[in-house]
């Protein structure tokens, strides 16, 4: 506001003294230059001249309205002026005087700082400096410079005047702009903070409701992780039954056909049964021990899958290459530790199954709270036709029971073929602190 109020003032006064300069300058140009135009040969003017100057600046209105006024040479000669005592002296010429002597009409308001003008400066009244040039009346030739002095008295007033109406018409501007911008921002931070507080509640609500299914999600996997584990023990019983009831009764049964033996002439037909009999009582025993399960809850992760691997080679006759790295992972619950056995124990019969136990691979690791398990194996894969999202999906009733069980515990199931070459892949992540 400060800077385009001085400006706005600066070409107000600019402007008002250069159109009083040019109206007082053509005015006083009728009067003078026909009185003047003898110093174009001399540095002075015939007495004639002189007579009818003082005639026009004393005891006239003209007069009173112009308090002095000066006759220059281009060579800062003074050849007449109200103040007698400096005609024909020489002064420095100005910068008013050069661009006068150029045919320019120049003008200053209250700037009597040359050192000609101390005596308009001792009058103490507010003047209007003009410089008008005289021309030649035959040639237009600028053949001198009349500088006269007008009394201000009105324009400084008019340019007082006209500076506070200006001072006043920018602060009302800026005034009004500033209301504006001030009710513009007042109405977009009401707007936000509107929004805000509508944010703040839609988070708040957002914040309880994932809290809320944070806690559900928890409860799901805890009563997942208890259906499997409630699951594992009603097999676990099952195979117990199966142990002790079907078995017995079948090996009793055994027994009492070797009683007969002696007693029946042909035994051909004995023989038969007798070897349906014990073929019934390994697979019932085959059945009871894969229902069964071992004491695992007291048995850390990595003793878990090594029982499983050793279990697996001593019944197939394969190797398995074992790598386990638990080093600073929590415990884990009866759940997940049932998880790892019945994953490594399915993940194994499936490469001895379908792969001839060809590179069998077996690996337990644990990262930033994030359990990883993973059973490979080099064999043939999946068929050649079929594509990684095929594979991912492919499963028996077994990777079926794996990946339901391994996403009850919050986890993630893949299955697909091997990224470092030939061969297929199971593998599980479950978060430690879901387990």
């Not at 040969?41 to 009173?64: I, K, Q, S």
């Not at 017995?248 to 004995?270: I, K, M, P, Y």
């Not at 049964?273 to 071992?294: Q, Y």
């Not at 990684?388 to 990946?403: K, M, T, V, Y």
């Amino acid at each position: 506001m400060i800077l385009i109020g001085n400006v706005v003032v600066a070409r107000i006064e600019e402007s008002v003294v250069r159109n009083t300069a040019y109206a007082t300058s053509q005015y006083m140009d009728s009067i003078i230059a026909p009185l003047s135009q003898d110093i174009a040969e001399t540095d002075d003017l015939p007495p004639g001249a002189r007579r009818a100057l003082d005639e026009v600046f004393n005891n006239t209105p003209l007069g009173d309205r112009v308090v002095s006024f000066k006759l220059w040479k281009p060579d800062g000669l003074v050849v007449e002026a109200s103040d007698k005592s400096i005609v024909g002296q020489h002064f420095a010429v100005t910068e008013n005087l050069t661009a006068a002597f150029r045919g320019e009409i120049r003008a200053d308001f209250e700037d009597l700082n040359d050192e000609e003008d101390q005596g308009e400066s001792a009058l103490g009244i507010p003047l209007l400096e003009i410089y008008s040039p005289i021309r030649e009346v035959w040639s237009g030739e600028v053949i001198g410079v009349a500088e006269f002095y007008a009394s201000a008295i009105q324009l400084e007033r008019d340019l007082a005047e006209a500076r506070r109406n200006s001072w006043l018409a920018v602060a009302l501007l800026f005034l009004a702009v500033g209301s504006l911008l001030f009710l513009i921002v007042l109405r977009g931070s009401r707007i936000i903070d509107r929004q805000r507080e509508t944010l703040t509640r839609q988070l708040d609500d957002l914040s309880a409701m994932s809290a809320n299914n944070t806690t559900l999600r928890q409860r799901v996997q805890q009563a997942a992780a208890r259906a499997s584990a409630m699951n594992d023990q009603a097999l676990r019983r099952i195979g117990a039954d199966l142990h002790d009831g079907p078995a017995q009764l079948l090996s009793f049964a055994a027994l009492r056909l070797d009683n007969l033996r002696d007693s029946v002439g042909d035994t051909a037909e004995l023989d038969a049964v007798e070897r349906a009999v014990k073929d019934a009582i390994r697979e019932v025993r085959s059945i009871s021990k894969g229902l069964s399960l071992p004491d695992i809850e007291a048995r850390s992760p990595c003793d878990i899958i090594r029982n499983v691997a050793e279990a697996h080679m001593v019944r197939t006759g394969t190797d398995v290459v074992l790598t386990c790295d638990m080093e600073g992972a929590a415990d884990l619950s009866e759940a997940a530790k049932i998880c790892l056995y019945r994953f490594v124990q399915e993940g194994l019969n499936n490469a001895w199954r379908y792969a001839s136990g060809i590179g069998q691979e077996v690996s337990l690791t644990a990262s930033q709270g994030v359990i990883r398990l993973r059973v490979a194996d080099r064999g043939p894969g999946f068929p050649d036709r079929m594509s990684p999202a095929e594979a991912s999906d492919f499963s028996g009733i077994g990777l079926s029971g794996l990946r339901d069980r391994v996403e009850s515990l919050g986890g993630t199931f893949k299955v697909g073929p091997r990224s470092e070459g030939p061969g297929a892949m199971i593998e599980m992540e479950l978060e430690a602190e879901a387990s």
